[in-house]
Nanobody
Framework: QVQLVESGGGLVQAGGSLRLSCAAS????????MGWFRQAPGRERELIAA????????YYGDAVKGRFTVSRDNAKSTSHLQMNSLKPEDTALYYC????????????WGQGTQVTVSS
């Protein structure tokens, strides 16, 4: 179990940027895949980005590809989601999550941080 805390959400105008941060408390942070999810009212939770333990490879959902960038700093036990060219449809509660390498189950979740994009 990894304790995760997100920060960086807020209100931003369309076309703007936000940088979300996820701080993890774990000795073995470098063994976990880190993911970013979002959930808007009336919608299912959506995986939008993930990064493998070394940070070498990343995944992006089609809705955010080319606009969002996920990163991690294992020395600081943190992951970041840089969100550029934000659109009103990006409005959602954003969560970071973690899972052990090779595990299909996201075992740890942050509390969520709200991102609201105005038009």
């Amino acid at each position: 179990q990894v304790q995760l805390v997100e920060s960086g959400g807020g209100l931003v105008q369309a076309g703007g940027s936000l940088r979300l941060s996820c701080a993890a408390s774990a000795r073995t942070f470098s063994l976990y895949v880190m993911g970013w999810f979002r959930q808007a009212p009336g919608r299912e939770r959506e995986l939008i980005a993930a990064i493998e333990p070394t940070g070498r490879n990343a995944y992006y959902g089609d809705a955010v590809k080319g606009r969002f960038t996920v990163s991690r700093d294992n020395a600081k036990s943190t992951s970041h989601l840089q969100m550029n060219s934000l659109k009103p449809e990006d409005t959602a509660l954003y969560y970071c999550a973690a899972k052990p390498r090779g595990n299909d189950v996201w075992t740890s979740w942050g509390q969520g941080t709200q991102v609201t994009v105005s038009s």
